[in-house]
């Protein structure tokens, strides 16, 4: 049985580390295609990462090499988690960005639609908005990423920078962010305020 690679699976080890492993023990793809009872192609095509073997294979290849299935795959294992987690904060990021759009739209809704279903769906895309920012916050902390900069930084391959903040820097942003959410709560109080409930300050 052969497992296929997915596209946004790059940069994985196995196909490298099998080649080399059996050149260091002399062997062709012929002579070690017999002993998981493969065709030659098969071992060419684990070799190029065009296809995976199954967990039948990987054990008769770690009792060849004398090492154990995780040592075979750790490296893919990583990487794996690592395009999983890329995903979801991509699509965490996304959403938040398509939340504030829908906040805006319910919020011009007021000149068209009675004020109940204006205020619910602001309520209802405001909440959802929350929810994200929180898994997003969640991912963010167990990648150690700290701010938009370093997120788009990760979803475009580059972690390296992930680390190099000090914690003043972080405390410094974290209060920033805290006025800038209070600035647009007050924003958001007296649009209210001025254009539904028509106070006049």
């Known amino acids: 049985m052969l497992l296929y690679r997915q596209q946004g699976d790059e940069d994985m080890y196995f196909g490298k580390q099998l080649a080399l492993m059996r050149k ?12 998981p009872y493969v065709s030659r192609q098969t071992i060419s ?15 008769i290849l770690s009792k060849i090499f004398n090492k154990s299935v995780d040592n075979l795959v750790k490296g ?6 690592y395009q ?6 991509y699509w965490l990021y996304i959403s938040n960005i398509f939340c504030l759009i829908l906040i805006y739209l319910a919020f ?6 009675p004020l109940s279903i204006s205020l619910i769906l602001m309520v209802t895309f405001t909440i959802l908005g929350i929810e994200n920012t929180f898994y997003l916050i969640k991912f963010s902390n167990r990648t150690n ?4 900069h370093q997120i788009m930084n990760y979803l475009n391959g580059k972690t390296s920078q992930a680390n190099e903040i000090n914690k003043r820097n972080l405390w410094i942003q974290y209060i920033a962010g805290g006025f800038l959410g209070i600035f647009i709560s007050l924003l958001f109080l007296f649009l209210i305020s001025k254009y539904i409930l028509d106070i006049h300050f």
């Open 108 to 113: 011009t809704s007021l000149h068209w639609l």
């Open 84 to 89: 999983m987690m890329r995903r979801k904060i």
């Open 145 to 148: 990423l700290h701010n938009v």
């Open 76 to 81: 893919d294992i990583d990487q794996v988690r």
């Open 24 to 35: 260091q023990r002399d062997l062709s793809q012929e002579k070690l295609a017999r002993q």
């Open 45 to 59: 095509s684990w070799e190029n990462d065009k296809t995976y073997p199954d967990l039948k294979s990987l054990l």
